[in-house]
């Protein structure tokens, strides 16, 4: 029997640790285990210089100073620092936030905290092709507006917002900028400057680092940006984020920018490929969409609805064979259809039978072949099969192997 693994395509989902990164944080379990706001002594001042280095990579990839980088324990935790950060720290001189309706869970959640506080959030919609309307986004602003934030990629759809214009109309008026880029990271230039971004949220599992590691970038001028702590205790991360560093992680975190910043125009370039000719013959199937723009999206990630399927009858025959998900992978256990697709002006129907493919640095052509025939068969035998109300048979990757 062949016990080969389904072909992995949920990379926007999470990624395995790269070896490299790995041998890199292994000394930080036992070497140099230090704790590295320990000064006074060589353990700490090792644990410290890990620290320091990963903390200039980060800094240097987004065109940031070191002192700018505050660590967390993910980009959940960054949105909620600079969201509800920002709120408390300028709540006398407004409460009304911008955001998007297609944002990640982790900056609508601490926004709806924020509205039972007595803030006011404008929830700007998106076109068809998942961007925002800069229009829109012009008339939400108020005299009381303090923050808009708007995610430079979008998790299920890959949708690239316009993020240097949205910087430039909140640099014009004042008012702070906070974009989430957990998943843009690594995969687009990002430049905190020429962007006009004042706070940006990273993460190091979407680009082949450990997961439980974050970072959040905080202006310190032009404008200076001030924000009220969340956690608090011994007084790490310039008193934002108080906590003992966890340093093999924040090790990893550095490796894995540094790796996927040296290889993003090649790994674009080749991952964009093989995203096209998966769409490109996927596209031959009657009744499939393309959710969110053709062109101005993630070269790792395609996004289809289709139609005639049960969706969650689909994605559980494909498991065998592929690993993807149908939407954002922190709202699996939400039987509801994905707010993301529905906010495109999708049925529901649709919405339900949605697939996102995430390609990854060990996605290869042959997976992309064997992976179109697979959701072919899949799309066809879902379809004949609800015709017929039967149950549909899964699929298991043996049966695709040459």
């Given at each position: ?6 072909i ?32 006074s ?10 620290v ?8 240097g ?25 920002v ?46 309307d800069?229009q829109d986004?012009?008339?939400a602003?108020r ?22 214009q ?13 974009t ?19 706070l ?10 450990p ?7 905080v ?5 200076r ?14 008193g ?36 096209d ?23 790792n ?27 954002s ?27 996102r ?16 025939k ?13 015709g ?15």
């Amino acid at each position: 029997m062949n016990s080969q693994r389904p072909i992995y395509l949920d990379c926007n989902a999470t990624t395995p640790v790269a070896p490299e990164v790995m041998a890199a944080m292994l000394p930080f379990f036992t070497e140099y285990f230090g704790n590295p706001s320990s000064l006074s002594h060589a353990y700490g001042w090792e644990a410290e210089a890990g620290v320091k280095k990963a903390r200039e990579i980060l800094a240097g990839a987004i065109a940031a100073e070191p002192s700018e980088i505050i660590f967390t324990s993910g980009a959940t935790e960054a949105n909620n620092l600079a969201i509800k950060g920002v709120a408390e720290a300028y709540m006398s001189e407004g409460k009304h936030i911008i955001t998007v309706q297609t944002e990640h869970s982790a900056v609508l959640e601490p926004c709806r905290y924020l509205e039972r506080l007595g803030f006011s959030v404008t929830y700007l919609p998106v076109q068809p092709d998942g961007l925002i309307d800069l229009q829109d986004l012009e008339n939400a602003f108020r005299d009381d507006t303090i923050l808009v934030s708007i995610m430079a990629a979008n998790n299920e759809i890959g949708v690239l917002q316009p993020i240097e214009q949205i910087g430039a109309r909140c640099r014009d008026r004042n008012i702070i900028f906070h974009t989430d880029a957990a998943q843009a990271l690594g995969k687009i230039p990002l430049n905190v400057q020429t962007m006009h971004i004042d706070l940006l949220s990273m993460t190091a599992h979407k680009l082949y680092g450990p997961k439980g590691i974050g970072a959040l970038y905080v202006r310190r001028k032009n404008p200076r940006v001030q924000l009220a702590p969340q956690i608090h205790g011994g007084g790490q991360e310039r008193g934002l984020r108080s906590g003992t560093l966890y340093t093999p992680q924040i090790v990893g975190f550095g490796e894995a920018v540094r790796i996927v910043i040296d290889e993003m125009e090649s790994e674009v370039n080749r991952i964009g490929e093989l995203r096209d000719r998966l769409w490109a013959q996927l596209s031959e199937l009657p009744g499939i969409h393309l959710n969110g723009h053709s062109t101005q999206r993630l070269a790792n990630n395609l996004n289809v609805s289709i139609e005639g399927v049960d969706g969650n009858a689909l994605l559980s025959g494909l498991r065998g064979a592929i690993a993807l998900s149908s939407v954002s992978a922190c709202s699996t256990t939400n039987p509801k259809p994905s707010h993301v697709i529905k906010a495109l002006g999708r049925s529901n129907e649709l919405a339900k039978a949605t697939l996102r493919f995430g390609l990854g640095r060990d996605t290869c052509e042959k997976d992309v072949l064997k992976t179109v025939k697979v959701v072919s068969d899949g799309i066809r035998a879902a379809r004949l099969n609800q015709g017929n109300q039967r149950p549909f048979r899964k699929i298991r990757q043996d049966n695709y192997d040459d």
